[in-house]
């Protein structure tokens, strides 16, 4: 037997592989990684998933009904995790309805759209006259305010949207409006209690288990002995630095609590969330936040399941969380910031769970200057993202059974999933088009300064550039670049100067960077530490 | 040979890049120079604590620093002192210094001395207590050598010593001194970066100027020739202390220079890379006013050949003298009043006369420029004032800056603008919205702090993560402090609210407050942020500061209440063009339902 878990999602995709062409590329990189879920709604699963309640079953002990956001049990021990979600589907009706894509409202949505607003109007007081408030006002304030945390889906329905997920309470699970067959069959129809079944929420569609995956990765990685994570350091990743605290899985698991924590619950006012729920609960005459489909389990949803293996990247990810967790930084930031590191980490996975499936060196990520004019640098940046492709492709297409499959496979679970989302936060550029070269952000910037070093701490440059290098594959010089063309087969190598003179600008405006000599820069990370 | 003002004009061109024979540029060619020893001071404070530390102190000592900073002058001078006239000219020498009845090793360049086992004989040296070791090098070699080496020096790993290596070197003391303490050895650090070089540039300008070789002259020199003209001008204190002013706002912006790049600078200034005997046609284009910039090819064309000059280089990104003050503008062009005229110094009125005859046509004209650049160096200091200098140097702090230098107080108007001015802004930004220029009504004293937006956020009313109080000298003011230069500058402090004391208080500290610290050019960016001119490179670093000061408010709410208190409070641009806030809260109504109470 194989090692995936947990073993129960496991052996029903198995079962089921003769229909699901992407099981066999699941072995290498989770199920499932999908490229059409945005960054965003990766963010928003995990964290779903993390402060969910858990019902799991186990080999060794009694199922247990588990409220920790990572609980202690080895991932090899779980026979199923099972996980509780909200649609929040009254709260995303009132907030999101006035943004939603026209041709998806349906009569029943516009009526109830009005109910809601209603039933709120009945339900607030203006206690003070002289602000020329009334309560239509204040319904248009609220919405207003609520619509400004629409995370993602501009153009879909209201109910297929995300709200960033500044509190707990703005987390949701996937739900989509099954539009044609409800105008199919109920096109008049003004009751949204009539339409209920049309709302479907077990497609994994636009939460398609990309955030499950690195939730699973994280677990196995905290429930790792810390042998294993010494072994780790010392072999396959060898050169990654970890302070003695991070080597410790125990400490991680308690950073990585606190950090999700104050994400979740302290970095915005409660209130806000009250809010949120008292509008989500305002009329409890209409059942539309649980909704429940043919299926019993319909608000528990059944996690996916990871290799194993892949639990080194769990703990790589969850020290990089730990470190920005440390910083003092406002939840839009944080969000951003995460988002930012998931794509690294998703890049990575596919760059080193590639290469370690085909027995070969990990690639490596060439990112130049934006507005280089260099087309040696260009092309070797380019040359760096086809060999990504290449090691992805190769991969699938040893897995694919049917050749012919091996395009779409690439374009929904590979090559296409890193390209979209190295697009999505402008690492790779441009966002259309066929010239394609890694570059750097400021926001980019920040989240590896914050994943590499602690509030306060400081090391070289040449340090700085090395963990990167060692943690994602990145280079930046002409010692790198040349680097690429060996591992491409080329045998040029490039001489250009001042490969880095960007970089350091970029650093020395963020603040990051001090200057001690000709040759030497001190790359500190100038942010305040968090508080706890 | 000598010591005429041609030769020493010959001599000041080889200082530059602009003549193609550069060649005393280096320590070790200029040390052999007749001139040099005039010229170069002793940084007698320095020689003495590399001796003492050699021979007194724990006995290994680096100096490190960028090229140009003089470490191989120091140490040559140091060595010729010790040894009698020694000299350095091998990268590892040993001395006995009969002083001291001890060894002396120095050990120069390691970067480029790259001899396969110099990583051991560096360690060796640094292991062996017999021996005083002096290493003079540029950080990186040392980093490396030493990280090679770290098991030998019974370090744990590479980043480990690394680390210890760049405490000591990046010490925030306000000398320029650090200590690397390995297991077994401490190593005394002088990092020439870190020490404040625009004194000495001081002293090597005014010995330049003042050299007696000037005097001695040809016969056939011409009187009036650009280089004595200028050499005239810079004899006069204010003239430098205008040019050191210009170096200052330089520094303060991170533009820090080298001894070899001020002396390259001066080299420049007064020659202009003409010799004595040249014969000039347009003067005014080589004087000095003119050289500090760089010599024209035409307005807009810079001169490529001086813009190699480090200090040139730097100048021009700072467009000093494009954004001059529209009183001084009306001053200068008003043809009745010959104020200005007057009070130039008077061998360069002419000068003045030709710039403005000709420079009053529409549009940039060259000899506006030039006008302008006469006048910051050269009007008398009772007509000079503090507009011009800010705004010639594009620096609205600047005279304030200057003004906390020398100790004085900043009046109670400058005081209450420079705060009402810090406050506005600070104001915005915490609360993403745009304010009227005055504000006025009952929340003018308060900032809201909210959350913060991407791009994609829009919001009509701003959710509220902390209100407080903004009055001067109660809860918020304006103070001054020493940096690590020992330099003053400004920062605004804020009490704690968490903290019950005030700024009169016996007992308050800094622990009492959280402090923005405002150098130079944070400080002018928030001035400037304020006229709605917010195009600075360094945006995202000032912008990163506003944040992290937020935070840290946010952070020192008394008991996190913001996170736990009952009602939201939004913010918003009310009609009347002031800050509103709105509370909602939810409470219990009669048949125990929440309803939300808004006021």
Not at chain 1, 91 to 106: E, G, M, N
Request: aromatic share 10%.
């Amino acid at each position: 037997m194989a090692d995936f878990y947990p073993e129960q999602s496991f052996k029903k995709s198995e079962s089921l592989k003769d229909n699901n062409k992407n099981f066999e590329i699941a072995k290498v990189f989770g199920s499932r990684v999908f490229s059409e879920q945005s960054v965003l709604e990766i963010l928003s699963e995990f964290l779903n998933v993390v402060k969910s309640d858990k019902d799991i079953k186990s080999k060794k002990s009694l199922d247990q009904k588990n409220t920790d956001f990572f609980p202690q049990i080895k991932l090899e021990d779980i026979d199923s995790l099972y996980y509780s979600d909200e649609s929040n589907l009254k709260l995303k009706l009132f907030s999101l309805y006035i943004c939603s894509a026209d041709s998806s409202i349906h009569p029943a949505h516009s009526a109830y759209y009005e109910i809601l607003r209603s039933k709120l109007n009945d339900k607030i007081d203006v206690t003070d006259n002289s602000k020329e408030l009334d309560n239509n006002k204040v319904i248009s304030i609220l919405e207003n305010l609520f619509m400004g945390f629409q995370g993602i889906g501009v153009n879909r329905d209201w109910c297929g949207q995300s709200f960033l997920p500044v509190r707990e309470e703005f987390l949701a699970g996937e739900t989509i409006w099954q539009g044609k067959k409800a105008n199919d069959y109920k096109p008049d129809e003004n009751d949204i209690s009539k339409v209920f079944k049309y709302f479907q929420r077990s497609g994994h569609n636009l939460y398609a288990r990309t955030g499950e995956v690195l939730y699973l990765e994280i677990l196995a990685a905290l429930n790792r002995d810390p042998s294993e994570i010494i072994d780790l350091l010392e072999g396959e990743f060898k050169g990654i630095y970890f302070s003695e605290e991070e080597k410790n899985p125990v400490y991680i698991r308690q950073e990585l609590d606190k950090g999700l924590t104050n994400l979740l619950n302290n970095k915005s006012p409660k209130v806000l969330g009250d809010i949120a729920n008292f509008i989500n609960t305002t009329d409890k005459d209409t059942r539309l936040n649980s909704l429940n489909t043919e299926n019993e389990k319909a608000n528990s949803i059944n996690i996916g399941w990871i290799p194993l293996n892949n639990w080194k990247y769990g703990y790589l990810i969850a020290v990089e969380m730990v470190r920005i967790f440390a910083v003092n930084m406002d939840v839009i930031e944080e969000i951003d910031m995460l988002e930012n590191l998931i794509v690294l980490h998703n890049l990575r996975r596919f760059t080193f769970a590639s290469s370690e499936y085909l027995g070969e060196k990990k690639p490596l990520i060439a990112i130049i200057d934006s507005d280089t004019k260099d087309t040696d640098l260009k092309e070797i940046s380019r040359h760096s993202y086809r060999y990504c492709l290449n090691i992805i492709n190769k991969v699938i297409t040893e897995l694919c059974e049917n050749q012919s499959d091996v395009r779409k496979m690439n374009a929904r679970y590979g090559t296409g999933a890193f390209t979209r989302w190295a697009k999505s936060i402008e690492f790779l550029v441009p966002k259309t088009g066929d010239y394609n070269k890694f570059v750097l952000t400021n926001g980019m910037l920040n989240c590896l300064i914050s994943s590499t070093l602690r509030p306060n701490q400081q090391v070289s440059l040449d340090t700085f550039l090395e963990q990167l290098k060692y943690r994602f594959g990145m280079v930046f010089d002409n010692k790198g670049f040349n680097e690429v063309n060996r591992r491409i087969g080329k045998k040029q190598n490039i001489f250009s100067e001042n490969t880095l003179d960007w970089l350091v600008k970029m650093l020395d405006e963020s603040g990051y960077l001090i200057k001690l000599s000709d040759y030497v820069s001190l790359v500190k990370n100038v942010s305040i530490e968090q508080k706890n | 040979m000598e010591k005429t003002a041609t030769e020493f004009v010959k001599y000041l061109n080889t200082l530059h890049r602009c003549g193609g024979n550069n060649k005393n540029s280096t320590a070790e060619s200029n040390h052999n120079q007749i001139f040099a020893h005039d010229i170069l001071g002793p940084e007698d404070d320095l020689k003495e604590k590399i001796e003492y530390d050699l021979f007194h102190g724990d006995g290994k000592v680096l100096l490190t620093g960028f090229a140009g900073d003089g470490k191989t002058t120091l140490a040559q001078m140091l060595v010729e002192e010790l040894t009698e006239g020694n000299s350095l000219n091998n990268p590892i020498e040993e001395f006995y210094i009969q002083k001291y009845n001890k060894t002396l090793v120095v050990i120069k360049d390691l970067s480029e001395n790259r001899i396969q086992d110099n990583d051991e004989i560096v360690t060796r040296y640094l292991l062996n207590k017999q021996v005083s070791l002096l290493i003079v090098s540029n950080t990186g070699a040392v980093i490396y050598r030493m990280k090679e080496a770290y098991k030998l020096l019974k370090e744990p790993n590479k980043i480990a010593i690394e680390n210890k290596i760049l405490d000591g070197i990046s010490t925030k003391n306000s000398d320029s001194y650090g200590t690397i303490s390995l297991e077994d050895i401490k190593i005394n650090v002088i990092n020439l970066v870190k020490h404040d070089n625009i004194p000495t540039a001081k002293v090597i300008l005014e010995k330049i100027v003042m050299h007696p070789a000037w005097d001695i002259l040809d016969p056939s020199t011409d009187q009036y020739h650009p280089i004595l003209l200028n050499i005239k001008a810079l004899k006069q204190s204010y003239v430098r202390d205008r040019l050191f002013l210009m170096y200052q706002r330089l520094f303060e912006y991170d533009n820090r220079f080298t001894l070899r790049n001020f002396i390259e600078h001066f080299s420049y200034i007064i020659t202009g890379n003409l010799k004595l005997e040249d014969k000039v046609n347009n003067p005014d284009d080589y004087l000095f006013y003119n050289n500090v910039f760089g010599s024209f090819e035409s307005f807009d064309k810079k001169d490529i050949i001086s813009n190699n000059i480090t200090i040139i280089r730097n100048i021009r990104n700072q467009y000093f003298g494009t954004n001059i003050s529209p009183t001084w503008k009306r001053a200068v062009w008003n043809k009745t009043d010959n104020t200005i005229y007057e009070n130039i110094f008077e061998p360069f009125q002419p000068y003045f006369s030709y710039c403005r005859e000709n420079g009053y046509s529409n549009g940039q004209n060259i000899n506006r420029i030039k006008l302008y650049r006469l006048i910051y160096f050269l009007i008398s200091p009772s007509c000079m004032n503090d507009v011009f200098l800010n705004s010639f140097l594009n620096s609205p702090g600047l005279s304030l800056w200057r003004k906390i230098q020398n100790n004085n107080n900043l009046t109670n108007t400058e005081n209450i603008a420079l705060f009402n001015n810090l406050r506005h802004t600070i104001k915005e930004y915490f609360a993403g919205l745009k304010l009227p220029a005055n504000e006025t009504g009952e929340n003018k004293d308060k900032v809201y702090v909210t959350m913060s937006r991407r791009k994609n956020i829009r919001q009509s009313a701003q959710v509220v993560l902390g209100q407080f109080s903004w009055v001067n000298d109660t809860k918020v003011k304006i103070d001054v402090y020493k940096d690590f230069r020992g330099r003053n500058q400004f920062r605004l402090l804020r009490i704690k609210e968490t903290s019950n004391k005030s700024f009169k208080s016996a007992d308050f500290t800094n622990d009492d407050c959280i402090s923005l610290l405002l150098p130079l050019p944070f400080l002018d960016f928030l001035l400037n942020a304020n006229s709605g001119n917010l195009l600075d490179q360094n945006y995202q670093y000032f912008q990163k500061r506003l944040d992290f000061f937020k935070n840290e408010m946010i952070a020192n709410q008394i008991d996190k209440e913001l996170y736990e208190r009952s009602n939201l409070l939004l913010v918003r641009l009310k009609p009347d063009r002031n800050l509103g806030d709105l509370n909602f809260e939810l409470v219990d109504s009669n048949n125990n339902e929440k309803i939300l109470e808004v006021h």
